[in-house]
Nanobody
Framework: QVQLVESGGGSVQAGGSLRLSCSVS????????MGWYRQAPGKQRELVAC???????NYAEAVKGRFTISRDNARNTANLQMNNVQPEDTAVYYC???????????WGQGTQVTVSS
């Protein structure tokens, strides 16, 4: 059974930093795609950053230059380093994994990030 567990959320003041981590279990091969999404109250879930197993990354415009996604293929983990966070970054952050192209997508339970001004 595939499970994703996120950690690292919390409360921080504007301008501060947080590091989110996602650990995937139940998969023994290299995961094709891993990403972080977020959902703020009253808004749709949106992609924040993603990374392939070859290290190609993509970021939402709103977080470019502030957030960095990384992964450890051997351990099937993905991290999101969030610097200079702003109140508009407040949301529940979800880890997503797509082990194989065209295959099923798996989600973590989400971790709350709250940024105060």
């Amino acid at each position: 059974q595939v499970q994703l567990v996120e950690s690292g959320g919390g409360s921080v003041q504007a301008g501060g930093s947080l590091r989110l981590s996602c650990s995937v279990s139940g998969i023994i091969f290299n995961i094709n795609f891993m990403g972080w999404y977020r959902q703020a109250p009253g808004k749709q879930r949106e992609l924040v950053a993603c990374i392939t197993n070859r290290g190609s990354t993509n970021y939402a415009e709103a977080v470019k230059g502030r957030f960095t996604i990384s992964r450890d293929n051997a351990r099937n983990t993905a991290n999101l380093q969030m610097n200079n966070v702003q109140p508009e970054d407040t949301a529940v952050y979800y880890c997503n994994a797509v082990p194989k192209v065209g295959g099923p997508s798996y989600w973590g339970q989400g971790t709350q990030v709250t940024v105060s001004s």
